[in-house]
């Protein structure tokens, strides 16, 4: 855990990054040609903001390095470091182009780009923020007062979070690795369980970074590939319950930690099914990972059975494991009767066929 008082920001600037319009193929970056300077309350302030950002972890991921050329972000916060203000403001324009050359579609917002650099416990850092804007906005047309009171209210006021943060540290400069020498980080405030991957923009095409070996993130897509899998390949409600409660045994039973992907594989399809999950699903996870149930502790405890199209059922999983779904083609009325009649069944929910 970061604390407050450990973070030193040595330098802050920030530029604008347009988005992509018609006729071009990407965006365009917009300049600051000076430092810029908050009070020392700001300051602190903008600190407790990182830290609190930091803090959450179903927003806040450990990723890898995987792009570590001359002209990546990882190359351009190298040659930061220690150097002359001139330095840092012409490489800091480069990290802006870098942005703005990831704004490859129109639906990628505008916005204020931070940059700064500093220390914690003597180790150095670039982190970079980019807030997206809703209203139009040039640099070069506000004055310092409105840009600073822009830069509060975007950063700063407790009524809004960071949109996305990247973080570069250094953790051991005389390894031989890069991701040995330094870890990288994203915050992704928009990220929520619903999505697949946080926004591969900004993480990928911007920073250069990989979330392939984020635990927390294979976690949790390998767990909604499998489901979808038994959902799109196996027949019979049983069937899909069975298997599905075998997905959830793994995660919540298993002691080593470790997740093996083929190994779950061998054990519940037979050689068809087998063949067709290595290629819709094992092709995405050839490898075992460590278990994070950060992101799908809520989906252990309470699930849902599809009905019919976008009909379901949602609850708790014990609650489920009650429920059965019986079509007209396989449907015993006279034991269905029986089993009314003695109170083993306490509801009947019935879905007529469109006309």
């Known amino acids: 855990m970061i604390n407050v008082g450990n973070i030193e920001i040595s330098r802050i600037i920030i530029h604008r990054v347009h988005k992509k319009r018609d006729g071009e193929d990407f965006g365009t970056a917009e300049y600051s040609e000076n430092l810029f300077q908050f009070g020392d309350e700001e300051l602190e302030t903008l600190k407790e903001r990182i830290v609190t950002a930091f803090s959450k972890n179903k927003r806040f991921f450990k990723l890898q390095i995987d792009d570590d050329k001359a002209d990546s972000f990882y190359r351009y916060s190298l040659d930061v470091k220690n150097s002359s203000n001139e330095i840092f403001i012409t490489k800091s324009k480069s990290i802006a182009d870098l942005l703005a050359k990831s704004h490859d579609k129109k639906t990628i917002p505008s916005g204020l780009l931070l940059v700064m650099d500093g220390s914690i416990n003597n180790k150095h850092f670039t982190l970079v923020i980019k807030a997206e804007l809703q209203v139009a906005f040039t640099i070069k047309e506000v004055n310092n007062q409105k840009l600073v009171e822009l830069i509060n209210d975007l950063f700063l006021s407790p009524a809004k979070d960071f949109y996305k943060i990247g973080f570069l540290i250094e953790e051991n400069i005389l390894a031989n690795e890069t991701n040995e020498k330094h870890s990288c980080y994203m915050y992704d405030d928009n990220f929520s369980n ?159 066929t469109e006309l």
């Open 194 to 352: 619903g999505k697949k991957d946080l926004a591969e923009y900004f993480y990928s095409t911007f920073l250069g970074f990989t979330s392939s070996s984020n635990d927390k993130l294979v976690t949790k897509n390998f767990y909604e590939d499998v489901f979808k899998f038994i959902d799109k390949n196996i027949q019979g409600f049983e069937d899909k319950r069975g298997l599905k409660n075998a997905v959830n045994v793994l995660y919540r039973e298993n002691t080593t930690g470790i997740i093996n992907p083929q190994e779950f594989g061998e054990d519940h399809f037979t050689d068809e099914l087998l063949r067709r999950y290595c290629t819709d699903v094992g092709s995405k996870y050839p490898s075992s990972f460590t278990k994070d149930l950060t992101l799908v502790d809520r989906k252990l405890h309470r699930g849902q059975i599809v009905l019919l199209d976008d009909l379901k059922i949602e609850g708790p999983q014990e609650a489920l494991s009650n429920v059965s779904v019986m079509s007209g083609n396989n449907i015993n009325y006279e034991q269905l009767r029986l089993q009314i009649e003695n109170g083993e069944i306490k509801q009947i929910v019935t879905i007529k």
